[in-house]
């Protein structure tokens, strides 16, 4: 993250709520970009490399779906996406894509300050948390100082969200984890039962560092209980 202030980026088309989620976040001590289209969102995203972007999916033009994509393709920034359904293939898609957590429009402040305060908890601990430097196993390798994942040597871009997901298994090898733990030390309290939010990112992770992610050689499932990071063959 930045020195000195945390920097956010809100894109929405609707200005009303552009200014009152800058007004509110700026009350408490964030500094916040806007952008009202996903062209702009994009630029500013490269260009300033912010801390974290809220996001609204319904756009004209580009829609938030789009812009996301966009962002992962250089980016690892936290995303927040903004949506008016609360439904889960909603939700789905947009963890499939990369995205990091939802707030359902219309929303309170103080649900969109935890929601920000939780995400950025997570990042700050995670950089404390690197105790030993370089991870192996097999083919995959973990940097923990630089926030890099290799598989055969070739840098791998995982999103906040799978990259934590993996840290969390790998620092225990061989033991079984419940999705509630999981939940919670990935996510945060309040995601206890959102198992299919699990199953979904386990799913997007095995994608990027399985041989052959039908048959894991990394996170293996124990049907009933949890998961586990296999620590030997």
């Known amino acids: ?12 088309d609707e200005p009303r709520y ?23 969102a994009i630029e500013i995203a490269a260009s300033e490399e912010p801390d974290l972007v809220i996001l609204d999916i319904k756009m004209p033009g580009m829609s938030g779906w789009q812009v996301c994509e966009q962002i992962r393709e250089f980016s690892a920034v936290p995303i927040i996406m903004l949506t008016a359904l609360a439904e889960d293939a909603d939700k789905v898609k ?8 939802y707030v359902t429009k219309p ?41 890099l994942v290799f598989i055969r040597q070739q840098e791998i871009n995982l999103p906040p969200t799978e990259y934590r997901l993996l840290c969390e298994l790998v620092k225990h090898p061989g033991k079984v984890l419940v999705p509630d733990y999981l939940l919670e030390k990935v996510w945060g309290i309040g995601y206890e039962g959102e198992n299919n939010l699990l199953r979904q990112t386990i799913y997007r992770l095995r994608q990027k560092i399985e041989p052959d992610p039908r048959n894991p050689r990394y996170v293996k499932t124990r049907r009933g209980i949890g998961y586990t990071f296999a620590s030997s063959e």
């Open 1 to 12: 993250m930045h020195k000195g202030k945390v920097r956010i980026l809100v894109v929405d």
């Open 107 to 147: 929303f309170s402040t103080a649900e969109l300050l935890a929601r920000i305060q939780a995400i950025l908890r997570r990042i700050e601990l995670s950089e404390r948390q690197d105790a030993s430097p370089i991870f192996e196993a097999g083919d995959l390798s973990i940097d923990f100082a630089r926030h």
């Open 18 to 40: 552009i200014w009152g989620t800058k007004v509110n976040l700026e009350a408490r001590g964030y500094d916040v970009l806007t952008a009202q289209n996903g062209e702009t």
């Open 94 to 101: 947009g963890l499939e894509i990369g995205a990091d957590d």
